[in-house]
């Protein structure tokens, strides 16, 4: 079968088209014939080497697809060959991929591949950020940065639903009226302002309860400025960068604390996971959550598609089209 292997750690030239074993389904797991496979910047860490989990090379990239069911092993007796899934795995920038079954999600008919290939990673890192980790509820300020982004984007439209007020961060003045459109009721461009000084400025000096931080290096020690009086920030990534080790002395002043959150911390966890996905699909039901695809590109395409997400010009979930 077609996949996107990297023999070597690199920059986006290091990807390119090949032919690998199509996977089996083994037992516990399911294969999936791929119609949509998800980019998530982490995948671009896990191609430099960079990442939680280091590549055995030769690899293939991804970590979740969208498509239907194409052979079931023994024990995942809940799903059959045909159904339109989504799943969380490895190796899935691919024409088929092996997911185990407890990380399947059945696709309501409404959603598209590229949809489904758009939820599992980014909407529950966002769902479970605010509801699992934090307790996201009216009157209290949500401060999201790279809100225009994969999981921006998201999560300021769950924070909206769970009746919060929130702020977005972005790099553009066009990422910003996108922003808007899905909801946020301020963006500040962190480009050309000071973020934390205009975060002081809309709540009336308060700060935001909580700050979504998977930028790192630039915003990290800044939202310590903005965060209110018994806030949170939870780190989830470094876009942009490793931020400075953290004096935690820092914290005494706003009585403040700091998370950090992954999402495969929830993800042995099936009744977490299993509210995360139930809500989610909710809010999607309801038109409270929509799920923005920026751009599909062919799967030979992969290298473009990470030199965009890179670039900080990609809005919303980028997908490859096996
Ligand atoms: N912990 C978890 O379980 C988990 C799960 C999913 C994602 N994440 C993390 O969440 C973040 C967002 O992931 P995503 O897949 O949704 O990506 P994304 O937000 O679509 O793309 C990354 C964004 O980061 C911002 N950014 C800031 N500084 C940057 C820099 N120096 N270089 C590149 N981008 C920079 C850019 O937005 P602006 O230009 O507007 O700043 C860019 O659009 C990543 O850090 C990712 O690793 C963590």
Redesign the pocket.
């Known amino acids: 079968m077609k996949a996107v292997i990297f023999e070597k750690l690199g920059g986006p030239e290091v990807l390119h088209l090949g032919d690998v074993p199509k996977p089996e389904a083994k037992p516990g797991t399911v294969v999936i014939r791929v119609r949509s496979a998800g ?4 995948d671009t ?1 896990f191609r430099k080497g960079q990442y939680l989990m280091q590549p055995k090379l030769p690899d293939v990239p991804g970590v979740e697809a969208a498509g239907e069911i194409e052979s079931v092993g023994a024990d995942a007796t809940n799903f059959r060959p045909g159904m339109r899934v989504a799943g969380i795995g490895s190796r899935t920038y691919a024409e088929y991929a092996q997911v185990p079954a407890n990380q399947v999600i059945p696709l309501p008919d409404s959603l598209s591949f590229d949809e489904g290939a758009a939820f599992p ?2 909407v529950l ?1 966002a769902w479970h950020m605010l509801h699992t980790s934090h307790a996201t509820a009216a009157g209290q300020t949500v401060l999201v ?8 984007i998201v999560a300021v439209q769950i924070a909206k639903a769970a009746g919060a007020r929130v702020i977005g ?4 003045d066009s ?1 910003a009226s996108l922003v808007k459109q899905f909801g946020a009721d301020d963006v500040i461009n ?2 050309t302002h000071d973020f934390a000084e205009e975060t002081n400025r809309l709540t009336g000096g308060r700060g935001a309860d909580l700050i979504l931080d ?3 290096a ?1 915003t990290f020690e800044n939202g310590l400025k903005c965060v209110a009086p018994f806030g949170h920030v939870i780190l ?6 490793p931020p400075e080790p953290l004096n935690v002395f820092r914290l005494f002043e706003k009585s403040a604390k700091v998370s950090g ?4 911390a929830v993800a042995p966890q099936p009744e977490i996971m299993r509210s995360g996905i139930e809500e989610s699909f909710r809010l999607i039901e309801q038109g409270k959550l929509k799920l923005l695809v920026g751009r599909a590109f062919p799967l030979a395409e992969a290298a473009e598609a990470h030199r965009f ?10 997908v490859l089209n096996p």
Do not use: C
């Open positions: 980019i998530n910047f982490a860490l990673i980014q890192t940065h790279s809100a225009a982004g994969g999981v921006g961060t972005v790099s553009s990422k962190y480009a998977a930028v790192g630039t989830y990534g470094r876009a942009g960068g959150f992954t999402l495969y997400i890179e670039s900080r010009q990609s809005t919303g979930k980028l």
